[in-house]
């Protein structure tokens, strides 16, 4: 039986530009996170804070804003791990070829 395009059906350009579109909201949510994990890095190193501050930080964010997913105490922890393992943004952005636009047959 052969396919037939039906509403759901985008063909290869379509595809493409799907996947393009979730590559680059995937680099700025990793981009956001490691400019979060920067700054908690840098107010812990310079202001003295301690490691209950996360914890506070998670908790007022989940009551100022309920439907804001993500910042949860470990994931803020992890944040601040991720941006002291990687200091310079540059060594985690997409390599090149990750990078060329696709293109259809």
């Keep these: 039986m052969p396919r037939t395009r039906g509403a759901g059906h985008h063909g290869p350009t379509g595809v493409a530009a799907g996947v393009q579109a979730v590559l680059a909201v995937n680099a ?3 981009h956001l996170y ?3 994990g920067c ?3 840098q107010r812990q190193q310079q202001a003295g804070w301690g ?3 996360i914890p506070r930080l998670a908790q007022d964010l989940a ?3 309920p439907e ?3 910042f949860s105490t470990r994931n803020l922890d992890r944040m601040v791990a991720f941006a002291r ?3 310079r943004p540059l060594e985690f952005a997409p ?3 990750a990078q060329i636009a696709w293109r259809g047959p």
């Design 51 to 53: 490691a209950a501050v």
């Design 63 to 65: 009551n100022a804003l």
């Design 28 to 30: 700025e949510l990793v």
């Design 34 to 36: 490691w400019q979060v």
């Design 85 to 87: 393992a990687y200091p």
């Design 95 to 97: 390599q090149a070829v």
């Design 39 to 41: 700054l908690l890095a």
């Design 68 to 70: 804001l997913k993500g």
